[in-house]
């Protein structure tokens, strides 16, 4: 798991040669597929590190691209060396293995692998002489034939098809361990039942460790065959019997036992006193124990008036259970998760699973995540709670923790619903201080792995809330294009949970303020107007102007700002029309109309599209909205904006008899006139190149006034925002055409002298960003 150390050198280009094979190692051969180029030799660091990473990037990153043929890069070991090799779930195929079949394989860990027939089963036996450690976890197909066909198949397979799932009839019994003399360590958990554990195992005389999780035995003896070697034994989910304790009580040499079960609700087996005593008394090399999900006897425990005093104690002699008083040092770890006795106050024990506190949860989640997310699933609940309730305090732990989970479960839906939830509270502003930006930017990886694989509304609505937690769009630039897509996929249906379509939008608007004008195109050609218009629609034939219906114009209004493009697809998508009935159904909506004047004022900024608003029944809008108090002064400025970019382009365009030009420009000098210069503003200028424009012109000095009197109030409102920005941009210098031209009026002079005489005083101090302001809704430039 990653703390807050960069990745190293190493990581960083392992992901590079992945993500450019055909630049780096190989070049495009027959067929578009990748082959490896004849001067590469690569030895089992890098090649382990290069397929180990592969399956993390096909898992958990959704713009890498798997290559059908990558494995085929490894079947010459002349050229590279595989010697440890971990691959999981359903990118694994029978010909992945074989192509890889002449490698000298230590290590092969498979895990939840349903692809793969018993093809692969003798794929195993080529690395029988070599291989050490051998996981089969949960694949559950292995031991059966696909469509029937027979073991020994032919060699040439690879471009066989093999996606169909194996057929459960027709079970392999030719395989067996014959041979794999090296093996020491085996996990086989998920065998099927049809299969004998018994017969499989007995050619291995050397096991140390053996997972038999889930297995259904018919008898245990056999298990005596490893007394002498046996260091390891995982029983997990097995139903303990008098025969199956007093089996493994002989395996002497046992450092870490696991005889734990999913939940105390399965269990028909109760754990007593004795047989705890007899574990610890005969088990003496034990360093590790998991009993969890056991029912105990409550004559297992120190009555709660009898335990020693004082604070909380690992010493055996201390221990609140009276079985482990017998230890002869503390465990290094004890498994007590949905037991009683994780609840006693000395547990000789370093670590210790249970849901008492956060440590034992935390503890659950670590042990169990890999094998056991019905588990993990559970602990992870557990620390909502704490972090929704009580304070987490191990904050770095959890979230890794956290993220690791729903890495290796992303398709397990519980662990995507309590881990998304678990997310958006350890994300908190609470927590924010205490995380850094590669953790951010896990958390924001694994949530919309989560976005992209759910539909579902829980899980929707957990990772929306959780990325409305960052700020936005700084920290979600670096994924900007697949959230966005991801968003507007959520806001496509018909008629969307009300919740997450709020979230959602919300997220959109912010998304599309305050970025580079290339992210605005970028976000349009997704439909991001089409989208947000559609919203629009419904909520109008629900006649419903609420927060979706604000946010929806709000990232119009952000969308469309110096981007022509989208301001076309505005007018494209009958956004127009929308606006007139808005304006209709809503007359008394303050917000909505401010939202709606400064979108089309950005529509109006574009020369080309400036002819569309120039119609009768527009211009008597757009008229008689200078008159409206609403929002302040921002109504009426926006639509004098509008109407002063109209009238810049001159009486020759104006081809309307009704209404007339120049009773539409006296009803402009009466709003401009009617304004507090010294009003404060629901808005946020990223540039003065809209306004300045209308400075250095005699065609419309009414144009003229409103831009000037726009830059009076801005510099004198908000100086150390605004006065920078002006002289940067050459402000200055139009302002003093603005003086010399006769055409200019008196009062325009006059307030541009003003805004010169402000700039002058201002001093130069280094630039601010937003003056403290919050402008998530309403940014303009």
Request: net charge negative; proline share 4%; aromatic share 8%.
């Amino acid at each position: 798991m990653s703390g807050d150390n960069p990745e190293s050198l190493m990581t960083l280009a392992t992901v590079f040669c992945l993500r450019n094979l055909r630049k780096t190692m190989c070049y495009q051969g027959f067929r578009n597929k990748v082959c490896l180029r004849s001067d590469i030799f690569l030895p089992s660091e890098i090649c382990d590190k290069l397929v180990n990473t592969y399956m993390e990037l096909v898992h958990t990153d959704s713009n890498f691209e798997p290559e059908e043929n990558f494995f085929q890069l490894f079947s010459d070991p002349r050229s590279t060396r595989l010697t440890r090799v971990q691959l999981r779930e359903d990118f694994v195929h029978d010909r992945d293995l074989e192509a890889i079949r002449k490698q000298d394989l230590i290590e092969l860990h498979l895990t939840y692998c349903n692809n793969l027939s018993s093809r692969s089963l003798k794929t195993l036996t080529c690395f029988r002489e070599t291989l050490v450690s051998l996981c089969l976890f949960g694949c559950s197909h292995i031991f059966y034939r696909r469509g029937g066909a027979p073991l020994a198949c032919n060699e040439d397979t690879e471009d066989e098809e093999d996606e169909s799932p194996a057929s459960r009839q027709a079970l392999e019994t030719d395989f067996n361990f014959q041979g794999f003399n090296r093996l020491r360590l085996l996990n086989l958990g998920g065998l099927p039942d049809e299969v004998d554990a018994e017969t499989l195992l007995k050619p291995l005389k050397s096991l140390t460790s053996l997972d038999l999780s889930n297995v259904t035995l018919v008898g245990t003896a056999f298990l005596c065959q490893w007394k002498d070697r046996l260091a390891s034994l995982v029983l997990y989910n097995l139903d303990l019997s008098e025969e199956l304790v007093s089996t493994v009580v002989q395996l002497v040499n046992l450092r870490h036992l696991d005889v734990s079960r999913e939940s105390r609700r399965t269990s028909k087996f109760k754990m007593t006193r004795k047989i705890l005593t007899v574990v610890v008394q005969r088990l003496v090399n034990l360093v590790s124990l998991d009993i969890s999900g056991h029912i105990m006897l409550d004559n297992s425990t120190v009555p709660h008036f009898d335990e020693a005093m004082g604070r909380p104690s690992i010493e055996p002699c201390k221990s609140s259970i009276y079985p482990f008083q017998e230890l002869k040092r503390p465990l290094q770890f004890l498994g007590l998760y949905d037991t009683t006795l994780c609840n006693v106050t000395h547990i000789p024990a370093y670590k210790v699973t249970g849901s008492k506190n956060e440590d034992q949860v935390l503890n659950a989640i670590e042990a169990y995540t890999e094998f056991r997310p019905e588990l993990a699933h559970r602990a992870i609940n557990q620390l909502f709670d704490i972090a929704r309730i009580q304070h987490c305090s191990q904050l770095l732990r959890a979230l890794q923790l956290v993220i690791a989970a729903l890495k290796c479960h992303k398709y397990d839906k519980s662990i995507q619903v309590t881990g998304s939830a678990a997310l958006f509270y350890l994300t908190n502003t609470e927590y924010r201080s205490d995380q850094s930006v590669r953790l951010r930017r896990e958390v924001i990886q694994v949530v919309l792995n989560g976005m992209e694989q759910y539909q579902e509304v829980t899980v929707q609505r957990n990772c929306c809330l959780t990325l409305c937690n960052f700020s936005i769009p700084e920290e979600l630039e670096f994924q900007y294009s697949r959230v966005n897509q991801l968003l507007l996929k959520i806001l496509e249906p018909a008629r969307q949970d009300e919740s997450i379509q709020r979230i959602a939008v919300h997220l959109c608007n912010a998304l599309v303020c305050q970025v580079d004008n290339h992210h605005k195109e970028a976000v349009g050609k997704m439909g991001f107007v089409k989208t947000m218009l559609n919203l629009i629609q419904k909520k109008l034939q629900d006649r419903m102007c609420d927060q979706v219906m604000e946010f929806s114009w709000s990232a119009l209004w952000n969308i469309t700002d110096e981007t022509p493009d989208n301001c076309q697809m505005f007018l494209n998508c009958r956004g127009m029309s929308l606006f007139l009935e808005c304006l209709q159904e809503f007359p008394d909506k303050q917000e909505l109309h401010r939202n709606m004047l400064g979108l089309l004022g950005n529509v109006a900024e574009v020369k080309a599209l400036r002819p569309q608003l120039l119609t009768p029944q527009f211009i008597t809008v757009f008229s008689n909205l200078l008159d409206s108090k609403a929002d302040g002064i921002e109504v009426s400025y926006n639509a004098c904006g509008v109407l002063s970019h109209i009238m810049f382009d001159g009486p020759e365009v104006w081809s309307m008899d009704e209404p007339r030009r120049d009773t539409v420009m006296d009803k402009m000098w009466d709003a401009i006139q009617s304004w507090d210069v010294s009003s404060r503003r629901n808005i946020n200028y990223r540039s003065f190149e809209p306004i300045l424009r209308l400075l250095p012109q005699g065609i419309s000095p009414v144009s003229q006034h409103w831009a000037t009197w726009a830059l009076f109030n801005l510099v004198s409102v908000y100086p150390s925002k605004y006065c920078p920005l002006l002289i940067k941009e050459g402000g200055i210098s139009l302002l003093e055409k603005v003086l010399e031209l006769d055409s200019s009026q008196p009062e325009t002079k006059d307030m541009a002298r003003k805004v010169m005489e402000q700039c002058e005083n201002f001093k130069e101090d280094p630039m601010e960003t937003n003056h403290g302001q919050e402008v998530n809704y309403g940014q303009r430039g």
